[in-house]
């Protein structure tokens, strides 16, 4: 089971330079695939938990679950801190891998959770 935040109060906190990390859990057939995402600004619960993945949708580079399940737009430029989502990388349980573009995967959402929060 995933960790639970030890506080969560964005009314009470609401200001701009608040930030949510969001983990999103895909599935297709057997193979999943999780990716980390965050959002700041002047937003709680269910505003923070975007369900329309196309082009666009950024991701910290540096987290382990991106480094595993994303493949980035533009390869290009790893100097960033985020980067655009091209595909998402399932994995089955014998280890191959599925890949999907990100416009495809709203279908294939079975959760998403707010993991982090900072006032």
Do not use: W
Not at 25 to 51: C, K, P, R
């Amino acid at each position: 089971m995933q960790k639970l935040m030890q506080f969560y109060n964005p009314i009470e906190a609401s200001n701009i330079d608040q930030k949510h990390t969001v983990l999103y859990t895909f599935q297709y057939e057997n193979a999943f695939a999780q990716v980390v995402s965050e959002m700041g600004g002047n937003v709680s619960g269910g505003n923070v938990m975007d369900t329309e993945f196309d082009c666009g949708f950024s991701v910290p580079v540096r987290h382990i679950l991106t480094r595993k399940h994303v493949s980035f737009y533009d390869e290009e430029d790893k100097e960033l801190s985020y980067r655009e989502v091209g595909e998402i990388i399932f994995y089955y349980p014998d280890g191959d891998t599925f890949l999907m573009d990100i416009e495809n995967c709203a279908d294939f959402l079975v959760g998403i959770q707010i993991i982090d929060y900072m006032p």
